[in-house]
Antibody, heavy 117, light 107 residues
Framework: EVQLVESGGGLVQAGGSLRLSCAAS????????MSWVRQAPGTGLEWVAT????????YYLDSVKGRFTISRDNAKNSLYLQMNSLRAEDTAVYFC??????????WGQGTLVTVSS | DIQMTQSPSTLSASVGDRVTITCRAS??????LAWYQQKPGKAPKLLIY???SLESGVPSRFSGSGSGTEFTLTISSLQPDDFATYYC?????????FGQGTKVEIK
């Protein structure tokens, strides 16, 4: 059974940092591009970042460039999102998802990040 | 960035109805379009990829069509489990963008 389990969300003050993690199982993690997608309360979905299978290429939403860093550890079947200089508008549920070069096929249950101003 | 516009934003329908949701891209995305279903408090679920390919395990009452800039998601006979919000998403270019969503409500 495919599982993506996010962790690391929480309440942080504006300007602070958080590191999200996503543990993958049930599929060959290192064969897949991986992404983060977020959803602010009561709103739609917004793609945040994507990383290639080998970590050799990363892509970011313009509003998070220079603040967020996506990374992966294929030996640990894990995906990460380092979020610095957080803003109130970064408040959202953050989903880990497979894909990014293709449609997002597998999704985690999400982790809530709340940035207080 | 490519803008994705869905219509309608909300749709009221009854069980058994045929339902169509439209998604328009601000520029051509060939067939690089996906459709997702999301229920409250849950992660999105992939329904359709490459505009018209049905994801494994998705009921055949769901279908997708279109290419270029105009796409549709059709539910041939709406079932109780289908009341949810639906999103289109383009993956023609980085950055990826979603439509604003279409909420399918019980009439």
């Amino acid at each position: 059974e495919v599982q993506l389990v996010e962790s690391g969300g929480g309440l942080v003050q504006a300007g602070g940092s958080l590191r999200l993690s996503c543990a993958a199982s049930g599929f060959t993690f290192n064969n897949y591009w991986m992404s983060w997608v977020r959803q602010a309360p009561g709103t739609g979905l917004e793609w945040v970042a994507t990383i290639k299978q080998d970590g050799g290429a990363n892509y970011y939403l313009d509003s998070v460039k220079g603040r967020f860093t996506i990374s992966r550890d294929n030996a640990k079947n894990s995906l990460y999102l380092q979020m610095n200089s957080l803003r109130a508008e970064d408040t959202a549920v953050y989903f880990c998802a497979s894909g990014g070069n293709t449609a997002f096929g597998y999704w985690g249950q999400g982790t809530l990040v709340t940035v207080s101003s | 960035d490519i803008q994705m516009t869905q219509s309608p934003s909300t749709l009221s329908a009854s069980v058994g109805d045929r339902v169509t949701i439209t998604c328009r891209a601000s520029q051509s995305i060939s067939s690089w379009l996906a459709w997702y279903q999301q229920k409250p408090g849950k992660a999105p679920k992939l329904l359709i990829y490459k505009a018209s390919s049905l994801e494994s395990g998705v009921p055949s009452r769901f279908s997708g069509s279109g290419s270029g800039t105009e796409f549709t998601l059709t539910i041939s006979s709406l079932q109780p489990d289908d009341f949810a919000t639906y999103y289109c998403q383009q993956y023609n270019s980085f950055s990826r963008t979603f439509g604003q969503g279409t909420k399918v409500e019980i009439k």
